[in-house]
């Protein structure tokens, strides 16, 4: 999976913007703290679900259930918005 091409994201001040641009059918904002950030950066290649856990547990000091728990609630919610190529 990985984000749509026509998803943009942008960084300011602390904070990544997604944005929906041409053709997109979302037409919103989507704010992401730096950890929702780091996963949808993982998305701007093709990856996996387990691979970006992985990613995430060798920067995050945190259990892998709160962290899978984090990633999926992350991809739900770029799914709901129509934002991943699956």
Sequence with gaps: ??????Y???DVDGA???VGVGSASF???IR???TAAFIVDCLHKDTTEEAIVDAML???????EVIA???KKV???LRSVSALEE
């Design 69 to 71: 728990r984090d990633v």
């Design 16 to 18: 990544q913007f997604l």
């Design 27 to 29: 037409n919103g904002i």
């Design 75 to 77: 991809l739900e919610t």
């Design 32 to 34: 992401s703290n730096r």
């Design 58 to 64: 060798k920067e995050y000091d945190a259990p892998r």
């Design 1 to 6: 999976m990985k984000l749509k091409s026509n």
């Design 8 to 10: 943009v994201t942008q």
